[in-house]
């Protein structure tokens, strides 16, 4: 039995480690933000409204149907609806009624309105895939700095790893007077300087964990790992402007949206010219009464059966309604709606530009970090053997210590600058990439 139970415990215990400890992707911390993020819910609550909006608009293609019934008790002095003559006597009544009406024609308001309202629902559906992007841009941002502090947390231990080295054979070299005392202070406060910029590192690090953290939403979590290896960066890759804007333009939800306000605020004006057409209608009505003052010739109320069916009365017609003036509001509602409109195709406009001009930055950057990444390739392998040269040297006399923590520190440059400049060009090609078409993110 308490082999069972200590089994049990180990398992249990196990799991929560593995739970713990778990490992995120790009894409997973992508696909956890967005199912969690609370500006992606209200985005699609405006979706659901202008749905709604929109299945409204072709219910209002029905008839309109209105019923109503009332009470009276009627005092003192009032007229008798059997005679019409005034008495003094109190009684009550009843009324109900049934009215319908269907618009034939009003200038293609409704039909319009239709239109208008479902171009508005596809571009909230497109403001939804919008706020995902944004997200997912950002969650890649804070991603790719952590990786940029953990390999400035590893290029620094490495520094480290090299100071203590030196630090310890400064220290037997002293001991058997080979080296002055000088050359160990400044052996110590090169090592101290190390472990203070570890320190420096680590924290941010562990800022930009929680910046990734508060991008997910990720509740009750205070450390995260991700994934260790990324693909490699692609230094040799081409991107043209033109085929990348052709590209982005026909799928970027932003632009997409505005397109779709665009088309919408075409149809809303359409709509308000309705209002300078005549509208046609059809109506109909169903109304009967009851009386207590209604009595036959003994004196007796008639009853409410007999009443209801007597007092009966139908209408039916049709209604044109002719707009001639009413202080040229309605031409002045079109004026609005037209500006309104060509504002929207303005606003398109703007957005193209706007897309326009980031795709040819990133391309434009995307060439120069390719050159810069190249170069810094060939400064690390430099610097390192600059730095393996002043090592051997130093250990046999030739040079100073100082001159040996110049070569360290440009060495150690040169590998956060190449580290720096490698993640930056990794973002650049994801972004291309979204652009492109491809899908870098699991938005849905």
Not at 193 to 219: C, P, S
């Amino acid at each position: 039995m308490n082999l069972k139970i200590n089994i049990t415990t180990f398992l249990l215990l196990a799991s929560f480690l593995g739970f713990s400890q778990e490992v995120w992707t790009l894409e997973e911390c992508v696909a956890y933000a967005i199912e969690h993020n609370l500006q992606v819910k209200n985005t699609s609550y405006n979706n659901e409204s202008s749905k709604e909006s929109y299945r409204q608009s072709i219910r209002d293609l029905l008839p309109s149907v209105s019923g109503s019934t009332d009470y009276t008790i009627r005092y003192g002095r009032s007229a008798d609806p059997q005679t019409n003559d005034y008495v003094n006597t109190e009684f009550f009544s009843n009324n109900y009624s049934l009215n319908a009406s269907l618009d034939l024609f009003r200038g293609f308001q409704k039909m319009n309105s239709i239109r208008a309202s479902k171009f508005i629902y596809k571009a909230t559906q497109e403001d939804i895939l919008q706020e995902k992007f944004l997200l997912a841009f950002r969650v890649m941002s804070a991603f790719y700095d952590i990786k940029f502090f953990q390999g400035l947390v590893n290029n620094t231990l490495e520094q480290l790893e090299i100071s203590q080295a030196n630090y310890d054979l400064v220290e037997k070299q002293v001991e058997l007077g080979l080296m002055a005392g000088a050359d160990l202070y400044e052996a110590e406060s090169n090592l101290l300087g190390d472990k203070f910029l570890l320190t420096q590192n680590r924290n941010q690090l562990t800022n930009a964990k929680l910046v990734l953290l508060q991008e997910m939403n990720l509740i009750g979590a205070t450390d995260i790992e991700i994934q260790e290896t990324l693909e490699e960066t692609l230094p040799n890759r081409e991107v043209t402007l033109d085929s990348l804007y052709r590209s982005a333009r026909g799928f970027v939800p932003l632009v997409k949206a505005q397109e779709y306000r665009v088309s919408a605020a075409k149809k809303q004006m359409q709509a308000t010219r309705g209002d300078l057409f005549p509208s046609l209608s059809l109506f109909a009505g169903y109304g009967t009464s009851y009386f207590e003052t209604n009595v036959d010739e003994d004196g007796n109320v008639i009853p409410f059966k007999t009443q209801f069916n007597d007092n009966q009365s139908k209408f039916v017609g049709a209604q044109l309604n002719i707009p001639i003036t009413n202080g040229w509001a309605n031409h002045s509602r079109v004026k609005q709606q037209k500006i309104a409109y060509m504002q929207a195709k303005n606003n398109l406009e703007i957005q193209e530009q706007e897309l326009f001009k980031l795709l040819q930055q990133l391309v434009q950057d995307n060439r120069a970090l390719i050159a810069e990444y190249e170069q810094s390739l060939q400064k690390v392998d430099a610097q390192e053997l600059a730095f393996t040269i002043a090592q051997k040297r130093y250990e046999k006399g030739l040079i100073n210590a100082l001159e040996l923590f110049q070569a360290k520190n440009l060495f150690g440059v040169a590998q956060n600058e190449n580290l720096q400049v490698g993640l930056r060009l990794k973002v650049n090609q994801s972004t291309i990439d979204f652009y492109s078409g491809l899908p870098i993110f699991n938005i849905n």
